[in-house]
């Protein structure tokens, strides 16, 4: 295994660890935690989630979304979420960019990325 991969992986773990985005997270989830109103609505988004993923059915899938809908009205619900997504969005990032250097490896065979006038 290459060092400096290992390397640059830890260290891209670790700016991860400290960014922004995951301490907005932990924050949200810990005001989550501490509010009942809100622990119960996302316990019973649960919930519902299973039973929707076991019955599959229109009815259930109701249930789910409007259950959904009260955990996103909430203040503490609504201020998770839009942390959960924020990092969502992060890691997405994060892996789309890794996906492209890959495929830029694959599809040439070395390592140009687009590059026009390739030889290989």
């Known amino acids: 295994m290459s060092a400096e991969v290992i390397k640059k992986a830890t260290e891209l ?15 949200a989830e810990a005001k989550l935690m501490m509010d009942q109103e809100a622990s119960k609505l996302l ?19 109701q ?7 009260k955990f ?9 979420l839009e ?9 997405e990032t994060v892996n789309s960019l890794l996906q492209e250097a890959i495929e830029g490896l694959k599809h040439h065979g ?3 990325s687009g590059c026009s006038g390739c030889s290989m």
């Open 13 to 27: 773990a670790q700016a991860i660890a400290q960014s922004e985005e995951l301490a907005n997270l932990r924050a």
């Open 43 to 61: 316990q019973e988004v649960q919930r519902l989630q299973q039973m929707a993923q076991m019955s599959g059915s229109p009815e259930a899938m």
């Open 63 to 69: 249930q789910l979304e409007e259950a959904f809908n």
């Open 72 to 80: 996103a009205q909430n203040p503490v619900g609504k201020e998770y």
């Open 83 to 91: 942390a959960n997504q924020k990092f969502s969005q992060m890691l």
């Open 110 to 112: 070395h390592g140009c």
